[in-house]
């Protein structure tokens, strides 16, 4: 079983630069959440979607965008990479039902780097 | 303020000693509860959650956590520690109560299980 699958794992930007994170997952999950993980801050969720075609925003969107086409992937994109923006990223989803949707299945993650 | 504390950024044990990991919590309504592990250079991992019901709960790999509802607490708890508990681990809360139902995270204790 793949679960959630991130891509890619490593990526280095220079400031300016644009980059997209790919999150798949293949268990029909109505959820997903991008995070990032820093040091002393624990996880700080950016966006989340609650299902095909929504997205909204969460703690820390500013600089992000996302977009949740199909069901099955959710995008991360970054438009102008800034070194704030270093850091672990980490996809999750979770189903859609009510005692289950706060139960997330994460990827592996994408540890970025802005010089 | 709705939030999770968790007062030890590292607990260490020795291997075959009873370990507990820490956490308090401050929401509205009756809590979900959840603790998540994430091992070195990977994603979190569901380890159990609190709903409703039983105060001990039973998760994977042999943990338990127990729910205190006059200490606002959900502390980790495993009869025998192993290094390969080694890990991060990290305690969220759900409020089950008005509008806003996303996961609050604490920002994760380190466990080191020495042999």
């Known amino acids: 079983n793949a679960g959630v699958t991130q891509t890619p794992k490593f990526r280095v930007l220079k400031t300016g630069q644009s980059m997209t994170l790919l999150c798949a997952q293949d268990m029909n999950h109505e959820y997903m959440y991008w995070y990032r993980q820093d040091p002393g801050m624990g996880l700080r969720l950016i966006h989340y979607s609650v299902g095909e075609g929504t997205t909204a925003k969460g703690e820390v969107p500013d600089g992000y965008n996302v977009s949740r086409l199909k069901k099955q992937n959710f995008l991360l994109g970054l438009e102008s990479a800034a070194p704030s923006q270093t850091s672990v990223y980490f996809c999750?989803?979770?189903?859609?039902?009510?005692?289950?949707?706060?139960?997330?299945?994460f990827g592996a993650g994408t540890r970025l780097s802005v010089l | 303020a709705q939030s999770v504390a968790q007062p030890e950024d590292q607990v260490n044990v020795a291997e075959g000693n009873p370990l507990t990991v820490k956490c308090t919590y401050s929401v509205s309504g009756n809590p979900y509860l959840f603790w998540y592990v994430q091992y070195p250079n990977r994603g979190l991992q569901f380890l159990l959650k609190y709903i409703t019901g039983d105060n001990l709960v039973k998760g994977s790999y042999g943990f338990e956590a127990e729910f205190n509802k006059s200490q606002t607490s959900f502390h980790l708890k495993k009869p025998s520690a192993l290094v390969s508990d080694s890990a991060l681990y990290f305690c969220a809360v759900r409020a089950n109560a008005g509008n806003n139902r996303k996961l609050i995270w604490g920002l994760g204790t380190s466990l080191a299980v020495n042999p």
């Open positions: 999750a989803s979770s189903p859609g039902t009510l005692l289950a949707k706060n139960i997330q299945y």
